[in-house]
Structures are given as structure tokens and as C-alpha cells.
């Protein structure tokens, strides 16, 4: 079938074009997007060749929310008309025949979709706004990250870098119990972070965030989540954390070697964890059933909601920096 997508060239230049999608065949079904999130972080270092899933062209976005339209004859869980959260649409052609990377390919009016597979998709829940729902794998990530720490009641967490993924941290670190800090150099985002359940924000433009922190816990942090994704930030987290803390890497730095400096780690001697992904189903499903169930509210990170047809415009502009007040964007595929 021909659909539209969201298509990225290697002079990273934009357009919103016809694509093709194979047939379903017997283990597949077709999607049709109601909307997909766009994940600021991750898709950009795609399209900038920082990390590579595949050559150019590209069809990136790995989130959306849509209706099942068509459902091959070998699969019984799913039916004609199911609202779902979805991961994947591997399958994109340009109409000349150019394979198109689809990492992982959401930004498209359509999927075609093995469900069996890790990063396939699962049932919308009743109650899920639609918006929020399709921003779903930033909190999933973050989720991942606070389950590997063990955040708990009374836990002291220091999130560094307040992203999509640095807020999920907040939010799942506040509905835990913990006395969750963040920090970053935005006002928008620490006041989102306020919203979603910080004790306490700094701004590391405005002060020394490490004194102000240490003047409320001076033996530092339980755990300290480095979400930023930079690598010249994680020095910049570490003395926050206290002797035998842990030390999160929440981020994701890159094809590139990174370092830090070794002596305030180790004079610590801080555990340090490595979440990848967005651990799985479990962790999926936990965000949807607290978006369902409205313990988790995660409104406030989306600043931005764009038409499908000025996707090719609104990338462009984020890719040039032209728009910088961006948090959360949702595609309106409607």
C-alpha cells in the first residue's frame, strides 16, 4: 500500500512524502497512526549519524498510538479495529524501491507490524489519552533505569539533565517515595520537573547546584541518575552522589568512546548501572497502566503538537535549532 512518512536524507534534509509498505501476509497486521511522540534525544543523534541503526534514508520515530486496520489470518490476539501502542514499522520502501532504515519507522500514517517481536506492540489501555499514550517510551526508559537502582522510600535521587528521560526519572523517583532532586539549566523543564513531583530544583546557570544540594543532604545522593546524555556532564554528576552510592548512566552517549575522570568515582565507590532500552514489555505496560489509572500525568512534558503534514517543517527547524523551547512533541497523524 502507498502511505506517508516522515523521511530523513543524508544531508539530513526532510521531506513528507509517499512511501510503500508491503502486504500483511499471514503474520502481520497494518496500523493506521493516530499519533506518534517525538523523542528528542535519541532521534536526533539518528539523524545525525551520532549512533546508527541503519544507512540513509531514514525513517525515524520509535512510539505511536493507532488502530489495527488489517490482521493476518495466523494471528489471534489482535482485531480489526484495536486502539494500540506500538514500537515498531520496520518495513518502508521509497516508490523507486530505496529500502528506507526505519529506526524504528513510526513517523508514518501506517505500520506493518510483526507482533510477536520484542519492540512489536500491545493494547491501548481504556483511559489513556492518546497524546500522552503515544509518548510512552521516554518514562519507559526511565522506569527501566529506577527499578535497576532500586529506588525506594526515603531514597535521596539526584536526576541530572531533565529531557524527556530525566523527567520520567523524576516522576517514577517521586511516585516511589524518594526525595528527588533535579537539576539542569532550564527553567521550563525544572518547572515541569516540579510538576511531576521534584522536592527540590536547581539551576546550574543560576547557581552552584552541588552546594545548594549539599547543603540539604551533605553526604550526597543515594543515587544519582546522569540523564543528559552528555558526556562532559558526567563528571558533573558524580560528586553529587555519596560514599557507596549508585550511579546511574541513564543516558545514551553515542557510538564514541566516552571517559570520565576515575578518582571521584572510585574514591566513592559508587555502583554504577547501565539501563538500555526501555525494559521491555514490563516496563511498558507499568507506564500505561499509570497513565490509565491517572497516577502518572505526563501532560506537562508535551510542549509541542504538530500536524503530520508540517512534520517535514518542524524537524528541519529542530535539527537547525531554530526551535528551542521543545520538551515533548507529538505527530497528529489525524
Known amino acids: 500500500m502507498i502511505a506517508k512518512a516522515l523521511i530523513c536524507a543524508a544531508d539530513q534534509s526532510f521531506t513528507f512524502q509517499d512511501v510503500r509498505l508491503p502486504d500483511v501476509g499471514p503474520d502481520r497486521l497494518r496500523v493506521r497512526a493516530l499519533r506518534t511522540g517525538v523523542s528528542i534525544g535519541t532521534e536526533f543523534a539518528l539523524i545525525r549519524n551520532k549512533i546508527s541503526w541503519g544507512p540513509y534514508p531514514l525513517c525515524v520515530g520509535y512510539q505511536g498510538v493507532g488502530v489495527v486496520e488489517e490482521v493476518g489470518e495466523s494471528i489471534q490476539d489482535f482485531a480489526v479495529g ?87 526519572v523524576v516522576a517514577f523517583c517521586a511516585r516511589r517515595g524518594a526525595v528527588t532532586v533535579a537539576v539542569d539549566i532550564d527553567d521550563t523543564r525544572l518547572g515541569i520537573a516540579k510538576q511531576l513531583g521534584a522536592d527540590y530544583t536547581f539551576n546550574g546557570k543560576n547557581c552552584n547546584a552541588l552546594e545548594e544540594f549539599k547543603k540539604l543532604h551533605p553526604a550526597g545522593a543515594d543515587v544519582v541518575f546522569e540523564a543528559s546524555g552528555i558526556p562532559a556532564c558526567i563528571d558533573q554528576a558524580i560528586p553529587f552522589a555519596k560514599s557507596f552510592g549508585k550511579f546511574v548512566m ?41 497513565l490509565a489509572l491517572g497516577a502518572l500525568d505526563w501532560g506537562p512534558v508535551i510542549t509541542h503538537r504538530v500536524k503530520a503534514a508540517d512534520c517535514a517543517t518542524f524537524y528541519d527547524q529542530l535539527n537547525h535549532g531554530l526551535d528551542k523551547e521543545v520538551v515533548g512533541a507529538v505527530i497528529d497523524w489525524e
Open 82 to 168: 484495536d486502539t494500540v501502542y506500538y514500537r515498531d514499522g520496520k518495513f518502508i520502501e521509497l516508490l523507486d524501491g530505496t529500502k528506507v532504515s526505519s529506526v524504528s519507522g513510526t513517523h508514518c500514517s501506517h505500520a506493518v507490524i510483526n507482533p510477536k517481536a520484542t519492540h512489536g506492540l500491545a493494547k491501548l489501555p481504556a483511559g489513556v489519552d492518546l497524546d500522552q499514550g503515544s509518548l510512552y517510551v521516554m518514562p519507559s526508559v526511565a522506569l527501566f533505569g529506577v527499578d535497576m537502582a532500586n529506588v525506594q522510600m526515603g531514597t535521596v535521587a539526584v536526576v541530572y539533565g531533565c529531557g524527556q528521560i530525566g523527567l520520567g
Open 250 to 290: 541513564q543516558g545514551n552517549y553515542g557510538a564514541e568512546p566516552i571517559s570520565f575522570h576515575f578518582l571521584p568515582a572510585h574514591g566513592r565507590r559508587l555502583t554504577w548501572f547501565y539501563p538500555c532500552d526501555d525494559g521491555l514489555a514490563p516496563c511498558r505496560r507499568a507506564v500505561m497502566k499509570n
